[in-house]
C-alpha cells in the first residue's frame, strides 16, 4: 500500500510513512482498516490540519491524507492545534495528487456545501455515515474528502468521487470550517458504527429511598414544624399534605432522606426543641 504514496516535498521524519520499514508494527495495523481514511485536498491553515486531527482522534478516526497541502509540510502550529492528538499528525500521510491519495480506496465520499450539478448519489452525513460503516464491516476502504478551506473542491475533485455528503445547513449560512466539517462527519461515523457510547452515564449512586425511610421523614419534618410552631392549627393537615407532595415530586435517594433527616436533626438541635 505504501508503494503507490508519492509524497509532495520534503516530510518531517517522524512523518514520514517511509521512514518505517516494511513490515514493521505500523504496516500491519495500517493493513486493517476499521475506520474512514479522511483526505483533505489542498488545506491551507495548520489550525484546521490540527483540529482535524484532534477531531479524527475524538471520534476514532486515525488514518488522515493531505493532498499537497499549501505552503508546505509539515506547517508550524499544527500539533499545538492538534492538543495531543499527535498520533493522527505522526501516521499523516503526503500525497502530491489526489488520484494518488485515492488510489488505493474502494469508495470515496466528497463532502461539500454546494449543489454540484453531477449525476451522483447525494446524501446527508447520516445515511452515507451508515453506508461507509456498512462497507467498512465488508473490509472496504472507504474515503472521506474535504475541500479547501477558501474554495472547497473542484467540480473534477467531486466527479472523482462515488457519492456527495452534504451537511443539513441554513440557506444563509451553509459553510462550516473545515476541522468542523470532520468533526460532524466522524460523530456520524461513530454513531453508525454503533460506537457511540456515553463515557460516563448520569445515574443515581443512591437508589430511591424506600416508602418507609419517606414516610418516616415527614413524620419527623411534620414533628420538627409542629414544634416550631409553623402550622396554623385548622391548615395543618392541609399543608402536610402540600409539603408530602412537595417531597414526592423530588423523587427522593435513600441518600437525599438521610441528608434531609440529618438537617432537621440540627435545626432540632440548634432551636433546643429535640426531635429525636
Ligand atoms: N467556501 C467553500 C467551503 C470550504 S469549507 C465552498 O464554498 O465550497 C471546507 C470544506 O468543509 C468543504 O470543502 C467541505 O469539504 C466541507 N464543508 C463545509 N461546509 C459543508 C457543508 N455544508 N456540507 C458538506 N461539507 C461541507
Avoid at 7 to 20: D, E, K, M, N
Avoid at 50 to 74: D, H, I, Q, Y
Avoid at 116 to 142: D, F, N, Y
Avoid at 165 to 177: A, C, D, I, Q
Amino acid at each position: 500500500m505504501w508503494q503507490n504514496r508519492r509524497r509532495a516535498g520534503p516530510c518531517l521524519v517522524a512523518l514520514c510513512p517511509s521512514s518505517l520499514p516494511p513490515g514493521s508494527a505500523a504496516f500491519s495495523v495500517e493493513s486493517v482498516v476499521t475506520a474512514p481514511i479522511v483526505i483533505l485536498v489542498e488545506p491551507q491553515l495548520a489550525e484546521n490540519i490540527g483540529m482535524t486531527a484532534r477531531a479524527m482522534a475524538n471520534f476514532g478516526l486515525s488514518e488522515l491524507r493531505l493532498v499537497a497541502p499549501k505552503n508546505g509540510w509539515p506547517k508550524k502550529g499544527v500539533r499545538e492545534a492538534a492538543s495531543g492528538a499527535t498520533h493522527v499528525l505522526d501516521r499523516a500521510t503526503v500525497y502530491a495528487t489526489l488520484p494518488e491519495a485515492i488510489a488505493d480506496l474502494h469508495a470515496l465520499f466528497a463532502t461539500t456545501a454546494r449543489e454540484r450539478g453531477q449525476m451522483k448519489r447525494v446524501h446527508a452525513p447520516e445515511p452515507a455515515l451508515a453506508e461507509v460503516a456498512e462497507r467498512i464491516g465488508r473490509g472496504e476502504r472507504i474515503g472521506l474528502m474535504f475541500g479547501r478551506e477558501r474554495v472547497g473542491l473542484t467540480n473534477d475533485e467531486v466527479s472523482l468521487a462515488d457519492a456527495i455528503v452534504t451537511f443539513p445547513v441554513t440557506e444563509e449560512f451553509p459553510s462550516l470550517n473545515l476541522a468542523q466539517a470532520v468533526l460532524l462527519m466522524g460523530y456520524e461515523w461513530r454513531r453508525a458504527a454503533g460506537l457511540a457510547t456515553l463515557r460516563f452515564s448520569g445515574e443515581m449512586l443512591s437508589p430511591p429511598a424506600t416508602r418507609e425511610a419517606l414516610l418516616s421523614l415527614f413524620a419527623n419534618l411534620e414533628a420538627t414544624l409542629e414544634r416550631a410552631g409553623f402550622y396554623a392549627p385548622e391548615k395543618r393537615e392541609i399543608i402536610a399534605r402540600n409539603m408530602r407532595d412537595m417531597l414526592h415530586r423530588m423523587s427522593m435517594t435513600e441518600q437525599d432522606v438521610r441528608t434531609f433527616r440529618g438537617a432537621l436533626r440540627a435545626l432540632d438541635r440548634k432551636t433546643g426543641t429535640g426531635a429525636e
